[in-house]
């Protein structure tokens, strides 16, 4: 049984190498008569970290196996830590309210394809859930009085212009709901244009 200079780990005598801390088992120290301090033989490749000898010498830097494996397995710094901790609730949270906010988007897709199939009534009841969750959108509005305009509802039409009075909407969409209420008699437009 060969112990290791360096740890004093039992190894088989079979091992040139410690089992435990990877020094050479071969290599032992001598005493230096000039200076009286052990020490190991002239051109012997010691570790930069510990002193032992070096049993890699296929690396730039001369370190024995156990420190290069303690310099490799370095931890994260606790600032990346943190990044990735906060990245990581920001991403949870998105994805919390990302189906609330697809829903709305979801219905008026679907309001818009009913009104190019000219399904107005459809229409009118996706645009109308979507006001649910935005109810002062000014597009909204003017989707539901186009649609409204277009099925002759005179009073839907009139109470939804009521409503988009002064509100702010894109200049294609107020034309377009100028010309859907030039279909129906007595029903006037005023909007502000958004710039």
């Not at 000039?34 to 370190?63: I, M, N, Q, S």
């Not at 399904?119 to 645009?127: E, F, G, M, P, R």
């Amino acid at each position: 049984m060969k112990h290791c200079p360096k740890c004093n780990y039992p190894n088989p005598d079979s091992r040139e190498t410690c089992f435990d801390c990877h020094s050479s088992l071969d290599l032992q120290p001598v005493l230096d008569s000039e200076t009286g301090l052990f020490g190991y033989p002239e051109g012997t490749l010691l570790c930069k970290r510990c002193f032992a000898p070096a049993v890699r010498d296929d690396h730039e830097t001369p370190l024995c196996a156990a420190c290069r494996k303690s310099l490799t397995k370095y931890r994260l710094p606790k600032w990346v830590l943190a990044c990735c901790a906060v990245v990581g609730l920001m991403m949870v949270y998105s994805l919390v309210l990302l189906p609330g906010s697809m829903k709305p988007a979801v219905m008026f897709e679907r309001g818009r394809r009913a009104e190019a199939t000219r399904d107005y009534q459809t229409a009118v009841a996706q645009y109308k859930l979507v006001q649910q969750q935005y109810p002062g959108s000014g597009i909204i509005l003017a989707r539901i009085g186009i649609c409204q305009c277009k099925m002759n509802d005179v009073a839907g039409a009139t109470e939804t212009l009521k409503n988009l009075n002064g509100a702010k909407v894109t200049p294609g969409v107020v034309s377009e709901l100028e010309s859907a209420a030039r279909l129906l008699p007595g029903v006037s437009v005023s909007i502000g244009r958004q710039q």
